[in-house]
């Protein structure tokens, strides 16, 4: 199954949201979120946690171009990662 979850927090509430959401993902899945560009760089202890857990998994970071969400209103610059838990 899928789980649906918003997200686009500033503040470390996004990786909250991450890592709540790798808490639901069953093993074998697949994780998409798109979250804010400073998620790759930030370096808050959670922040730097997120960062080991994808790299740990093979998963990616993916910078979005900017300009991305300009038509919802913000020009918050964007990132893809995706990861996958292991079964």
Same mark, same amino acid.
Request: glycine share 12%.
């Given at each position: 199954?899928?789980?649906?979850? #918003?997200?686009? @927090?500033?503040? !470390? &509430?996004?990786?909250?949201?991450?890592?709540?959401?790798?808490?639901? /993902?069953? $093993? =074998?899945?697949?994780?998409?979120?798109?979250?804010?560009?400073?998620?790759?760089?930030?370096?808050? #202890?959670?922040? @730097?946690?997120? !960062? &080991?857990?994808?790299?740990?998994?093979?998963?990616?970071?993916?910078? /979005?171009? $900017? =300009?991305?969400?300009?038509?919802?209103?913000?020009?918050?610059?964007?990132?893809?990662?995706?990861?996958?838990?292991? @079964?």
């Amino acid at each position: 199954g899928r789980a649906k979850l #918003a997200a686009g @927090r500033l503040d !470390q &509430a996004d990786i909250d949201h991450a890592n709540r959401a790798w808490d639901f /993902l069953a $093993p =074998g899945g697949k994780m998409v979120l798109i979250l804010s560009a400073g998620t790759m760089t930030r370096t808050t #202890a959670k922040h @730097r946690a997120f !960062q &080991a857990l994808v790299r740990v998994h093979c998963g990616t970071f993916e910078a /979005l171009p $900017p =300009g991305t969400f300009h038509e919802s209103g913000t020009e918050v610059p964007g990132c893809i990662v995706v990861v996958g838990k292991p @079964r």
